[in-house]
């Protein structure tokens, strides 16, 4: 089973920073899911990538598939993009599921 | 635009009682699946559904039974409530199976069982 691990758990900074969320997993792979999830629950597909890079407005999301390590970067970073950011991966049962990390709380300051 | 959709975003209900999730997604996906999320946990696959009338278990199967008697339409049974069923429940359809298809979410159920 594919083990999958975020950080940081949790983390604040002020508008206008550059921000980094880290997810590594132990079984290779070739296809990663960004999720996010604002508060009141609903979750929202950022990415899903399988090498190299992808740029959706202020949003990167980076994967090295030979590391096992994806990156999601935010660049000029602003308030409304405080929320929950979930890697996943496929795992378990043939790879007919998703395996989620346990998410990076970010909260962006004014 | 896929759009997901369940049946409440809040319910509180008490020990005991038989619970109903209801799920309705409107893109004619195959697949669908029922999650739950708790802090420090994530989320986890109770059971998913590959065809009307098929259900697979996930990771937690226990204390659950889901029921899809139509295409569009997914529910998750609590059959008696338990205090530590207490979570956040997330509903979700992909198009087609395996780690690799978008899943689309829905808004989620926040249920509270005293």
């Known amino acids: 089973k594919n083990e999958v691990e975020q950080s940081p758990q949790n983390l604040t900074a002020q508008e206008g920073e550059f921000i980094t969320i880290n997810c590594s997993y132990s079984?290779?792979?070739?296809?990663l899911h960004w999720l996010q999830q604002h508060p009141g629950g609903g979750i929202v597909s950022l990415f899903m990538?399988?090498?190299g890079k992808k740029k959706h407005g202020r949003l990167i999301a980076t994967i090295n598939i030979q590391e096992k390590h994806s990156s999601l970067h935010i660049t000029a970073s602003h308030p409304r993009d405080s929320a929950v950011y979930i890697c996943?991966?496929?795992?378990?049962?043939?790879?007919?599921?998703?395996?989620f990390g346990q998410g990076t709380r970010l909260t962006i300051n004014p | 635009d896929v759009k997901v959709t369940q049946s409440s975003r809040y319910l509180v209900k008490r020990t005991g009682e038989k619970v109903f999730l209801e799920c309705v997604q409107d893109?004619?996906?195959?697949?669908m699946f029922w999650y739950r999320q708790d802090p420090g946990l994530g989320l986890r696959l109770i059971y998913f559904?590959?065809?009307?009338?098929?259900?697979e278990k996930g990771d937690i199967p226990e204390g659950y039974s889901v029921s899809r008697e139509k295409k569009e339409r997914f529910s998750l049974i609590l059959e008696s409530a338990s205090t530590n069923q207490t979570s956040m429940y997330l509903c979700?359809?992909?198009?087609?199976?395996?780690?690799?298809?978008?899943?689309?979410f829905g808004p989620g159920t926040r249920l509270t069982v005293l």
């Open positions: 979700a359809s992909s198009l087609s199976l395996g780690g690799y298809n978008e899943q689309f």
């Open positions: 079984v290779g792979i070739s296809a």
């Open positions: 990538l399988s090498s």
């Open positions: 996943a991966l496929p795992g378990g049962q043939g790879a007919q599921k998703l395996v």
């Open positions: 893109m004619d996906h195959e697949n």
């Open positions: 559904s590959y065809d009307v009338k098929m259900k």
